[in-house]
């Protein structure tokens, strides 16, 4: 149940979106317990994005966990989300933030886990 | 306080819109104290959205809420939510998650409660 | 380490945005040890923003910080928020929202702090 959103102020073509959202399938076994089955995944191009007071090409990965888990984990996942937006997207890691998120309460099919 | 933000990958009408925010604000009276006078309502249609790596119809509503409620009370607001995009929008439950987060910083009219 | 994402239902010229963006630089330092330099900035024009059930002109300001700051330093950012909104975009205060969240976990140049 995590939900990996991504911001960017550069544009991502339709075979770009396609990469990524199947990438971060694979990136996301880094959390223990979670898989593509239950992750959804959120793409903003061409975002209003201004990082250290400039507009060059940054990105903000916000990553949504029920339950949590722990920061090595997390670790782990900033490496591997970060290097995919360099390699698809051409983005210097030190333009990226990925920040993480958890919560106990999180709905799915009309209930909550 | 709260902020309902729905994200969906599907075209959502002007009359649709209008449906979903008056709903969410009798919606969310299922968190006690809460209601339409103090609630904040975001919709994004036609994102860029994936589930279980396919982009078939699907919404992430995130709901943040000053202070809290239980979880009874969240589980409440999740059944209300999804039978109300799936009425609106024609979602499968099964491809709506609702997350949720509290925080006791929020602030209005210039200052924080 | 702290983002702030504006979510707006009015439109917002480019100037605007480029007074805005710097004015958050300076209004950031309102966060013990927060300075522009660690600063990303989102800025969303023409939302579809719903607050008390209207769609008057409103604001969600979404501040995020790696590690948190106390509540005085929260509310004082709130007041500045709150009037440079006020002042460049026309947003009356009691239609602006500004939530907080802070979290341990936040990765950047590939690695989490």
Request: a negative charge.
């Amino acid at each position: 149940m995590p939900f990996i959103n991504v911001k960017t102020n550069v544009p991502v073509g339709s075979d770009k979106e396609k990469a990524i959202k199947s990438a971060l399938g694979r990136d996301i076994t880094a959390l223990p317990g979670k898989t593509e089955n239950w992750l959804m995944v959120g793409l903003e191009p061409e975002c209003h994005l201004w990082f250290k007071g400039t507009d060059e090409p940054a990105a903000l990965v916000d990553v949504s966990v029920y339950g949590g888990a722990d920061a090595d984990a997390y670790r782990a996942l900033t490496g591997k989300v970060s290097a995919l937006l360099a390699e698809e997207l051409g983005l210097k890691p030190d333009r990226i933030y990925v920040k993480y998120s958890s919560t106990p309460d999180w709905g799915w099919n009309g209930d909550n886990f």
